[in-house]
């Protein structure tokens, strides 16, 4: 099996296929990526497509000597990003809660399991989920890209400091006051 950056080279080298398993391997990662930092569906797909858009036509500015996650992270932030100012200069918003994704990139709606059958563990659940949610849209989105690409995405605190372009520390620290700040908005209804 060929290393991300190996595809990425034929795939310069004009092997469409080459692009095609890199597209496989990181479009539910990207989308998962653009939720979780928009908070709506539509949004996170349109972001996602236009990430794998701009790697194409950038992939002449890719450097082997970087890692292709990282790079592509990089470009699906400033996407995203760029996503949600337009979104604050007047698009509307769909709350959609978090959760498992089916294989089309949808959000799965969350089944319980027999022991969650009792209706006010499931209410509380839900709510938790939402709050949640609404918690980690409020955070200022320096705190929730850093927190979202290490918890979320599982990258490494290089990898986050690469993406973000900033410090190691600089990712620890964005990390640790997105904790904090989601601690706070949900300390009343955690025990």
């Known amino acids: 099996m060929r290393t991300d ?18 597209f496989s391997r990181y479009h539910r990662k990207v989308i998962h990526f653009a939720y979780r930092m928009t908070g709506e569906q539509a949004r996170a797909e349109e972001a ?3 990430t794998f858009l701009r790697v194409a036509r950038a992939a002449g500015t890719w450097q082997p000597t970087a890692r292709f996650s990282t790079w592509l992270y990089t470009i699906a932030r400033r996407t995203t990003l760029n996503y949600i100012r337009d979104e604050k200069d007047g698009g509307e918003k769909v709350s959609i809660l978090p959760g498992e994704e089916d294989k089309d990139g949808q959000p799965a709606p969350q089944l319980p399991g027999p022991k969650a059958l009792n209706p006010e563990e499931m209410a509380w659940s839900a709510e ?11 955070l200022p989105e320096t705190y929730r890209a850093a927190f979202v690409l ?3 995405e599982g990258l490494s605190y290089e990898e986050v400091a690469s993406v973000l372009g900033i410090t ?22 955690l025990p």
């Open 5 to 22: 950056e190996e595809l990425f080279e034929l795939y310069r080298g004009g092997s469409r296929d080459a692009f095609e398993i890199l």
């Open 48 to 50: 996602a497509q236009e």
């Open 128 to 138: 938790v989920r939402e709050r949640f949610a609404a918690a980690l849209q409020r």
């Open 150 to 152: 290490n918890r979320g």
């Open 168 to 189: 190691v520390q600089a990712v620890k620290s964005r990390i640790f006051r997105a904790r904090e700040m989601l601690m706070e908005s949900l300390a009343e209804i």
